[in-house]
């Protein structure tokens, strides 16, 4: 299936529940499509949306802000040097806030940061709302830092016609739509059931995509091979 713009996807969720804009408003089927895009976001890791942030740890202080409309922090790394262009990096270790304080009851432990925790509420709509990030040992320089994380992108609207998850994966957007158009009309329970079968079928196909192929290459895992089993003899 071709991929959907703004108005070639309301227009098919319109055509499939043969339900016109009277009753299916602009901003229900908003609501639709954000929320089709926030179920295929948390139920697959998408590569387009894998992102960085750089920037300098504050001396004595020991959290960081994530970046704005983060998902996940997917690891980070730390720099013995202010500086990106000198100096070697160490992955920090991922562990829960109550290790670190155990690790650093007072906060009086300083260096290179070791440890990482994720605590804090977040909206993901500005960096000081996106949750924060613990650190341990207590920063003693403004070392660099590099944040790898998956970010939230800016969802199919009308000022924005068209988006990664609605060209490249449009049949899973649309079967996620209409699971939330036919609860929403509190249409046929089958079709409901339908379209939620399909949207699955095609998640778990975009999933081996974006977890499998695009994680491997044929020079360094070879050529993906088909076993066909011999004739008995």
């Known amino acids: 299936m071709a991929g959907f713009t703004y108005a070639t996807l309301t227009t098919a969720i319109q055509n499939y529940t043969e339900v016109d804009s009277n009753v299916l408003t602009s901003t229900i089927t908003d609501q639709f499509i954000e929320n089709s895009e926030l179920r295929i976001l948390r139920d697959v890791p998408i590569d387009a949306y894998k992102k960085q942030s750089v920037g300098n740890l504050v001396t004595g202080q020991s959290t960081i802000n994530v970046p704005a409309k983060t998902l996940f922090v997917k690891g980070i790394q730390v720099y013995d040097s202010t500086s990106l262009s000198t100096g070697s990096n160490q992955w920090l270790e991922k562990k829960d806030e109550s290790y670190l304080q155990e690790y650093v009851p007072a906060e009086t432990s300083t260096g290179v940061p070791k440890y990482y925790a994720m605590f804090g509420g977040a909206t993901g709509v500005t960096d000081t709302t996106s949750g924060r990030l613990y650190l341990a040992p207590v920063p003693d320089n403004t070392y660099v830092f590099k944040i790898h994380y998956e970010a939230i992108p800016d969802g199919l609207s009308s000022g924005n016609t068209t988006t990664y998850i609605s060209q490249y994966f449009g ?7 209409l699971v939330e158009a036919y609860g929403y009309l509190k249409g046929p329970m089958d079709m409901l059931t339908l379209y939620e079968n399909k949207y699955k079928e095609e998640v778990q196909k975009f999933a081996s995509e974006q977890l499998g192929r ?16 011999s004739p008995s003899p």
Request: hydrophobic residues 25%; aromatic residues 8%; positive net charge.
């Open 171 to 177: 049949n899973g957007l649309l079967y996620a739509c």
């Open 214 to 229: 695009r994680k491997r290459d044929d020079y360094t895992d070879g050529t993906v091979r088909i076993p066909i089993p």
